[in-house]
């Protein structure tokens, strides 16, 4: 009776079970720069044979947790390295994803970089010895064809470091052609003295002998051009060790010499020459600089202009308190353009105030509102502003255009909108929940839809963020504009989600752009909710 009486409860749960509705598989969508959500995870892989610019370009599934379901080659410069790049990339973590608020399943391209293997130190050469005050180091980085900054440190044993720009260090080379056409780029050139404690400098010495420097080969050369060269000397007593770096990575040369040469630029504290920081106003203070002088104000200036983008930008900003806080006149002015070519001239406190404004540094900005600044900008300052993505600072935008900037300024690289939408902005690697609440202020702002950059692109064009892309679908933005080369919105978009928002509220999906359809699209880039809305709607 009992075995009865269990063999059909057995039979009821089954029944009840079969009858139960299976729970829905998680949609898949084609996430744009998925490589962007990584938390963590090799970038990079060392392989015999690589020439160092190799990388194998993986598409990856992930499950709504982060982790990594399935990878499969989608290109690869070395394939014999294909199964190692894969091993890695099935490590890797991700953050998890979303749509219509639920967790999906991303399928994206990541890159695995190819490294040649590390050229092992000689272990067996020993390290000199000598007294403390007979060490020296000195590293050089020269010009490069760019603005890559040029200058020589050397730390002595005692703690004393010299700097130095504006000569030429490595003679000869190309580098030397590069620093006659694009400059020394350093804020302090000419020479200037420091000092660190001698124990410092010992301690530093130490990580020369663990990296078994002396046993270094003596360059690392890479046949490409137009790179700068990295040269670090050591000397203890009579022997010295000399190792040359261009782009030594692509040949093997050991990580550790890059961690030498920062350490040494770390323990020097070489941005307080190059950049400009803080410390670079309690120097000049030192040395008895008036910054009350116009020469003051130009150097903020060139401080500004070389410090755009993060990190640099917070190095800046503290050499501008630093500075104001040394008595800096913010009505000297300053020609814009530094070169004078337009003949235009602004008051230096304005042009702090554009850069504060510029990179969202909201403390700085409010500053120069309170002694006026702002209101010096001028308009064709203030409304250069508010092209930028503000640092996606919204309480800068409406001071902005409170100021009397103008919300529908356009310029060639298009509108705020598309500078929050760029991949290149400040906003670029903030999370979606502050683009979005950017994105609304401008579009509370005025700032206009269906303005064009210089390729024609309304910023829908570029809402990869579908969060965004909803934004202005319901804002009234043009589902179906095309760009200059006459492909529409639809087949402009890398995101499967932002397609489906457009999709949904009633985009064509029979458009075509010169490279063919949107299901050709869809196939090409992978994006599966795409295929699949076609597939339901009966779109060839």
């Known amino acids: 009776m009992n075995l009865m009486k269990f063999t059909c409860t057995t039979l009821a749960l089954l029944a009840v079970q079969a009858c139960s509705p299976v729970p829905p598989a998680t949609p898949e969508f084609g996430v744009h720069d998925l490589e962007s959500q990584r938390i963590s995870g090799a970038e990079y892989i060392r392989v015999p044979g690589a020439s160092g610019f190799g990388d194998v370009t993986i598409r990856v599934t992930v499950d709504v947790n982060g982790a990594v379901v399935d990878a ?6 070395a394939r014999e ?32 970089a190819l490294r040649p293997l590390e050229i092992a130190p000689d272990t067996s050469v020993p390290f000199p010895t000598a007294a403390p005050e007979d060490v020296e180091i000195t590293l050089d ?31 000869g080379t190309a580098a030397e052609v590069h620093l006659d ?50 040269v ?79 990190p640099e930008m917070e190095s800046a900003a503290g050499f501008v308190r630093a500075a104001i806080a040394q008595g800096l006149d913010l009505k000297a002015t300053v020609d814009f353009p530094p070169d004078g070519r337009t003949k235009r001239s602004t008051s230096i406190g304005a042009l702090i105030a554009g850069f504060a404004a510029e990179t969202g540094n909201e403390a700085l900005f409010d500053d120069m509102a309170r002694q006026g600044q702002v209101a010096h900008m001028g308009k064709a300052a ?21 100021a009397g900037a103008n919300p529908r300024a356009v310029g060639e690289r298009g509108n705020a909108l598309h500078a929050v939408l760029s991949n290149y902005g400040r906003c670029a690697k903030l999370l979606s929940t502050r683009r979005v609440e950017m994105a609304s202020a401008l579009v509370a ?37 095309t760009d200059d080369g006459g492909t529409p919105v639809l087949l402009n978009l890398d995101d499967d989600r932002a397609v489906m928002v457009l999709l949904r ?36």
């Open 72 to 77: 499969q080659v989608a290109r690869s410069d």
């Open 81 to 112: 390295h294909a199964s190692a790049a894969l091993a890695v990339a099935r490590q890797w973590r991700f953050r998890p994803q979303y749509f219509d608020g639920k967790p999906i399943q991303a399928v994206g391209h990541i890159s695995v």
């Open 141 to 171: 980085r020269s010009a490069c064809f760019g603005t890559c900054p040029d200058y020589r440190l050397t730390v002595q044993g005692d703690g004393t470091i010299h700097f130095s720009s504006g000569m030429t260090n490595l003679p």
């Open 181 to 230: 056409f694009n400059g020394n780029n350093v804020l302090l050139s000419g020479t200037h003295l420091a000092k660190v404690s001698p124990k410092a400098v010992a301690a530093l010495v130490e990580k020369f002998r663990a990296a078994h420097f002396m046993g270094m080969k003596p360059e690392y050369i890479a046949g490409i051009t137009d790179n700068p060269t990295q």
């Open 232 to 310: 670090l000397s050591l000397r203890v007593g009579k022997t010295t060790k000399r190792v040359v770096d261009y782009v030594g990575v692509a040949v093997g040369m050991p990580q550790a010499v890059t961690e030498l040469q920062d350490a040494v630029d770390s323990l020097a504290g070489s941005d307080r020459w190059v950049r400009g920081n803080a410390g670079t106003v309690a120097l000049l203070k030192a040395e008895g600089f008036d910054f009350r002088s116009r020469k003051a104000a130009n150097l903020v200036q060139m401080a500004i202009l070389m410090n755009r983008w993060p």
């Open 382 to 402: 203030l409304d250069a502003a508010v092209q930028t993505d503000m640092g996606c600072s919204p309480r800068i935008a409406r001071a902005l255009v409170a």
């Open 445 to 481: 702002l005025g700032v206009a839809l269906e303005a064009r950059d210089d390729m024609g692109r309304t910023p829908l064009m570029d809402s990869n963020d579908p969060a965004i892309a909803q934004l202005l679908v319901k804002a009234g933005a043009k589902l179906n504009a």
């Open 505 to 540: 509220a009633g985009a064509n999906p029979n458009a075509r752009g010169r490279l063919g359809t949107l299901r050709q699209s869809a196939r090409e880039w992978h994006k599966p909710a795409t295929l699949a809305w076609l597939d339901a709607h009966g779109v060839p």
